[in-house]
């Protein structure tokens, strides 16, 4: 159609219909114009004045103004040659343009830093894209995706232009996947590139040039199809998302395996020699249990409470069941005595003295795994298997388990503490009008201005002197009144009195009287709270 | 019925080769009892070895002229040899159990060559000031609930020392190194006889080399 071949040339749609339309009904002034295409008058006007100015149409000395179209051969030849004297000009100018272009660029640097985002479909798109953004490094291309990427990228030449790279000491470096059978395709680029091992739980891949351009997928499919169009990539130069990609990188890149210590745990099973630092909690916990499934010979755990390193009883059953000797220091407490009664049967248990929120699992004397308590930065969680290190953390641990108290002194220690909160409610109750008040766990101060804690402190109404009261059990008995006898003299104010619920030795007794202390033994309350209101 | 014991009667309980501990709760308490064992020595033809920390060398020479010991012309004689625990036990901050061994063995065969037995006393409070407990325990055990030598040695614990420094655990340990344990207050003394205990299963518990 003429209309549409007018606007190839240079007219738009309606000075092509107009053209067309005054060279079939000749000259005609601007009203019919108007009409003919439904214009207002200054509409139909603005498009004609145009069209004469092009050349196109001509107007006559006349009343009405009469417009009427040019002959087409001479318009389009005079096109022709303005045209191709553009061309000319253009060509001509083209070196001075670009010249003083440069110029503006290194003055304005910014207008080139403009990010611009693009997304790339198709496979055969994205590795040509790939393949153009290594050819445009000068410090560093990090590339992480997986092997079977990579064996396809091989065949895109991917290895050979990073050859080339390297040769121009661009730091290559390429995290992936690596598993049993795909350690020969590893192999290939290790000769190019710093390959580590990364376990990369769904296919993604990144590529990050310098700090300049980011290409990350959005969608990828593994197959061996070059021309799928289900591959599909992010590519961007805003350098704020390109430094982001690159940090986030670079810290996975610390956090992942160097691959020949990677290919000589597949081929071999054994561990790489290392220090692994793991900053998710869950992370941590989940290696927890993998040490103490993968256990052949012993476990030794310390741990603050049990239930926060979320090790089941049957995970440390099962180990057990395996032969595996399991000590445990953790605190045992009213709350949890029910699980460690349990879990005493299958693990040895000892009651931590330490309030220090360190744990630490080792596994078979050669695993270890530390959690450090709560800071600024989070959970730090080391785990390693550089032998000095689990061995001199070894020592630590059995320092604390020697130190470590008998669970069954723990346990009995834990029910004389129940008991003594009935006992505080029987000697409530019984000794209403002769008790003025009755403290637990409290300090008392000593003639030289030295604390001491006593279970119980209950002052009388009648007396001056209050009573303090400790509750012993049959192994701490001797000490205790030690300790007490040591201070005898600056707690010349006080009652002393220890209490047990079973009955003393002589020659606990014999010490006690040397130390002026009085001695309980009673397993029933209503008879201690008649021993205590007596005394 | 009076469950303490007189001093007198006490020290009446402790014979030749015996190895004693005694725990005081009071300087004043410990001195009762270890100026009788001094005096009561004396009197009965025996050389007196102190090694002490608590106080000073004139301050125990001073106590011990103040309950009737002629102390000059003793210690010219070297019937009385008192001597302080860097001289003895801690030597430039090292304890060396044979050669402390070396000391006993010296001075015991210079009173035997003058007829003479011999009372000892050692302070203790030494080892748990300067952290030396455990060589302490190895001292102790290597002396023998029964001692090899010819005396009557009493190794002098201040209970509050031992209870300060953190301790507490290793009282019963020295108990059953010793054949007697004493306890001393102001309000009495009482004597007793420490269980058998394998000694293996005092070196399991506190991680030494007897």
Redesign the interface.
């Known amino acids: 159609m003429l209309t549409q071949k007018l606007v190839d040339y240079g007219l738009d749609t309606h000075e092509a219909e107009i053209y067309v339309f005054l060279s079939s009904i000749g000259p005609a002034p601007a009203r019919v114009i108007a009409r003919k295409f439904n214009f207002n008058r200054m509409k139909a006007y603005r498009t004609l004045k145009s069209l004469e100015k092009k050349g196109l149409i001509q107007s006559t000395i006349s009343r009405p103004i009469k417009f009427v179209a040019s002959p087409l051969e001479a318009v389009i030849n005079r096109q022709l040659t303005e045209t191709k004297m553009q061309l000319s000009n253009m060509e001509k100018n083209q070196s001075n343009i670009i010249e003083e272009w440069k110029k503006i660029i290194k003055t304005n640097s910014q207008q080139l830093e403009e990010p611009r985002f693009r997304i790339y479909q198709g496979r055969q798109e994205i590795y040509d894209l790939m393949l153009q953004m290594c050819n445009r490094a000068s410090k560093n291309i990090y590339l992480v995706t997986t092997v079977n990427d990579l064996n396809r990228l091989s065949y895109m030449g991917l290895e050979d232009q990073l050859k080339a790279c390297l040769k121009k000491n661009i730091r290559i470096r390429i995290l992936t996947d690596i598993q049993k059978d795909t350690i020969s395709e590893v192999e290939a680029y290790n000769t190019s590139a710093n390959v580590r091992h990364l376990k990369l739980p769904t296919p993604i891949r990144s590529l990050i040039i310098d700090e300049k351009e980011a290409l990350t997928t959005t969608s990828m499919e593994e197959s061996i199809n070059f021309t799928t169009q289900s591959d599909v990539g992010l590519w961007t130069t805003a350098s704020n998302f390109v430094v982001a990609m690159r940090i986030f990188y670079e810290a996975v890149w610390d956090l992942s395996t160097d691959s020949d210590a990677r290919i000589q745990y597949l081929e071999t099973g054994i561990l790489p020699t290392t220090l692994q630092t793991i900053h998710d909690i869950e992370e941590g916990y989940s290696k927890i249990r993998e040490m103490v499934k993968q256990s052949t010979n012993k476990l030794d755990i310390l741990v603050n409470d049990l239930r926060s390193i979320t090790l089941s009883y049957f995970d440390l059953e099962e180990a057990a069941k395996k032969g595996v000797k399991v000590r445990l220091l953790t605190h045992v407490d009213e709350f949890n005595l029910d699980d460690i009664s349990m879990l005493s049967k299958i693990v040895q248990i000892k009651e931590s003295f330490t309030e220090f929120n360190l744990e630490l699992v080792f596994k078979d004397g050669k695993e270890l795994l530390r959690i450090y308590p709560l800071s600024e930065t989070g959970r730090n969680i080391v785990w390693s298997n550089i032998l000095p290190h689990v061995e001199t953390l070894g020592i630590v641990y059995e320092e604390y388990w ?1 130190r470590g108290i008998e669970l069954e002194s723990q346990i009995k220690w834990i029910q004389q503490k129940n008991l003594m909160n009935t006992l505080k409610q029987s000697l409530l109750k019984m000794g209403e009008n002769a008790i003025e008040k009755i403290l637990q766990n409290e300090k008392i101060i000593d003639s030289v201005g030295k604390e001491h804690v006593f279970e119980l402190i209950i002052t009388k109404r009648v007396s001056s002197q209050p009573l303090c009261i400790n509750i012993v059990t049959e192994k701490d008995v ?2 205790k009144i ?2 007490l ?5 600056e707690l010349n104010n006080f009652k002393l009195v220890l209490l047990s619920w079973e009955s003393f030795k002589a ?1 606990e ?3 006690a ?4 202390i009085q001695l309980i033994s009673e397993s029933n309350i209503s008879k201690i709270t008649e021993k205590i209101l007596q005394l | 019925m009076k ?2 014991d007189s001093v007198k009667q006490v020290l009446s309980s402790i014979k030749n080769t015996n190895h004693v501990v005694l ?1 005081y ?2 300087i004043q308490s410990k001195k009762n009892f270890l100026y009788s064992f001094l005096a009561e020595g004396l009197e009965n033809c025996k050389g007196i070895i102190y090694i002490y920390f608590d106080e000073t060398y004139d301050a125990i020479r001073q106590d011990l002229k103040n309950i009737g010991i002629d102390v000059e012309p003793n210690e010219l004689s070297k019937n009385i040899i008192i001597k302080k625990y860097d001289e003895w036990y801690i030597e430039k901050g090292k304890v060396d159990i044979d050669k402390i061994m070396g000391y006993w063995k010296s001075a015991l065969k210079n009173f035997e060559e003058k007829g003479l037995g011999a009372h000892a006393v050692g302070e203790t409070a030494c080892f748990f000031k300067l952290g030396k407990v455990r060589e302490l325990l190895r001292y102790e055990y290597a002396l023998h609930k029964t001692l090899d030598l010819p005396m009557e040695a009493v190794c002098a614990y201040n ?2 020392t ?2 300060e420094t953190g301790y ?2 290793v ?2 340990p020295v108990i059953r190194a010793h054949g007697k344990a004493i ?1 001393v ?6 004597i ?1 006889e420490p269980e058998e205990v394998e000694v293996t299963d005092i070196e399991k518990l506190l ?1 030494i080399e007897i």
């Open positions: 020697k001797f000490n030690l300790v006898g040591a201070n005898r003299n020659e007794k014999r010490l009287e040397l130390y002026r | 469950s303490t725990f709760d009071s209970l509050k031992v209870i507490t655990d009282i019963m306890f207050s102001d309000n009495g003394t009482i007793i991680d």
